[in-house]
């Protein structure tokens, strides 16, 4: 134990880990370490001290002390929203949510009109607690010509400017950035898009009275880390943001974030409860200050148990975590706090474009906003098509029985839908799909089960022949079977010896494709194309059925 004690590591360089991975990668370059994000800011391998420093210019300690300063304490507060198909199982709901945990009066989507009576019984219910309106029907504002008490708190996130009078407790001025969200914001133009909404906000106001009112609303996405990053990065721009005003020390801004649904998915719903722990996390861990989990099958509509579930997430987290002993849990990290640093430069960047450009509503009548957006979302949905980015049970590792739900209860934009409604299609017109197995089964093994994967997301559970080895009797199949479509699959070079013999005898109404992607002029000889890799299965699936429908007709 004394030597033990007395033994001393030499700390490695940055050169000298770098020189030990690449030869880890044998071969491959050491920059294949490094990933580009949709923000376009590059992740590293390895974080240091130096690193770290040269980055930030050295003004790390500055960069933790102006996040801590800006959030009020470690705990965030759990707003459970209540579901109801009338007020009464409303209030009920509320009710039975703050004895098990829930500390906000949550208000969003409802499947009952807002009347008088139920705004009556509504705005009873916020003299008793505090509350969070999310104004998806904007008759709810009305419930505040029923409340009595002005000394009631709460938060109203609407997209729209709300003037609600003699409620100085209430915080009304919203940068609402859900929208720009579901519309595929990356983490740099939400932050943003936050802070021009909020430049617009405070015109016309002292900053000490637009401050008490004002607050942010996040959705908070899958990518755990730039999450953390993007809580703690609005920190550091609220106080840049306040400086530009003339107040050096603004109070801690509000923060409200709830899990997004741009990932939620209608097949598989439980992994959505997956996604949703890990975004209430990402959230905590980042210090928002109100946090709302949807229910994993909000989509189609929740029950009572899947409206627990939902909360207990927030309280294991709260609970049974001990992240809420630490203010900025996530502080200290060189990743994080480089990200942090990242997102806080290119945000503040686009920030001032936006108001270069006008402010926020100017840049968004130009069109200029919405093509970006545009652009963001169309790059998640291709990654999503090609696998780039995966939704387990959905594009990958998909059960091919499960059929699309019918039922809507909450509608946004999803990088999931496209699957979702590839499975309707093969629905209505259903492809008998036949994998043609040649060779050593262990060899063709994981290729096979790719296009059985690949298939699988389309609802269409591919059949799979029996290994041949024959080049004769793999004609004869091919020649009397009562398939569609088949997939030829065997090694490269089986693939390329049997390939053009298998074309040479194929019948004419069968599509026939081979699994992998080889420069060979098959197409020329009738082959239909290719399954790997890479590829846009949406594309691919769609194409081969529509050359069904042409060949059938």
Known sequence: MTNMKEVEFKKPSYDEWQEASIKALKGKPFESLFTKTIEGITLEPLYTTESLMAKVDGKLEEQVSTIRAMQVDSAFTVAQAAYGDTIEEFIAQTEDSFERGNQYVTVGKVNFEWNENALKQLAALLEKHPFVINVVDPAVVDVFKYVENKDISGFIISK???????FPNVRKLNAYIQDAHYQGANAVQELAIALAKASELANNMEFAEFEKQFFVSFAIDTKFFMEIAKIRAFRVLWKAFAKAYGVEN??????????SLRSFSKLDVYVNLLRAGNEAFSAVLGGADVVTVHPHDVLTKPTNQSIRIARNVSLVIKEESHITQVLDPAGGSYYVESLTHELVKKAWAKFVEIEEAGGYSAYAESGKLQKELDEMMAKRINDVERRKTVLVGTNNFANANEEVPSESFYEVNRIAKPFE?????????????????????????????????IFATAGITAEVTDPFTDVKKAKEWLSNTTADYVVFSATDDDTKEVIPALLASKPGHILLDAAGKFDEDWEDQGLNGFVFAGQ??????????????????
């Open 160 to 166: 729209e400017e709300q003037t609600i009078l003699d």
């Open 250 to 259: 603004p109070q801690p801004v509000k923060i409200f974030a709830e899990t």
């Open 421 to 453: 409604e590839l499975r309707q299609q093969f629905k209505q017109s259903p492809v008998h799909v036949v994998i043609l197995t040649y060779g050593i089964l262990k060899n063709i093994k994981p290729r096979t089960d790719f296009v059985k994967g």
């Open 536 to 553: 846009n299965i949406i594309e691919k699936l769609q194409g081969i059925q529509d050359t069904l429908k042409e060949v059938q007709r």
